[in-house]
Nanobody, 122 residues
């Protein structure tokens, strides 16, 4: 089981950019899809983006398509989320997870990390 450590969050103004990183330990995650989720208080965790284990296919929730880019470096056991044109509604705690891509979304398995807070001010 992969243990994920997310980093790179912070406070950014509307229209700004951030790059999140997720470093995995425990074993190599290269055999599985990886993805990002986000959660705001009082709401369920939401799928944001996923990348297949080869990195050849990516999937996004419509609200971030064209603004966010997911990528991975299997040699470094790391997955990234480059976020541009950020909006206040992107404010959330962001988590990464491994899982299986089904119907264009990631079905996660395993435990969640601590997450990283992203706050976009208007």
């Amino acid at each position: 089981q992969v243990q994920a450590v997310e980093s790179g969050g912070g406070l950014v103004q509307d229209g700004g950019s951030l790059r999140l990183s997720c470093a995995a330990s425990g074993r190599t995650f290269s055999s599985y899809a990886m993805g990002w989720f986000r959660q705001v208080p009082g709401k369920e965790r939401e799928f944001v983006a996923a990348v297949t284990w080869t990195g050849s296919s990516t999937y996004y929730v419509p609200s971030v398509k064209g603004r966010f880019t997911i990528s991975r470096n299997n040699a470094k056991n790391t997955v990234y989320l480059q976020m541009s044109s950020l909006k206040p509604e992107d404010t959330a705690v962001y988590y990464c997870a491994e899982g299986a891509v089904i119907a264009g979304t990631l079905v996660p398995f395993g435990s969640w990390g601590q997450g990283t807070q992203v706050t976009v001010s208007s």
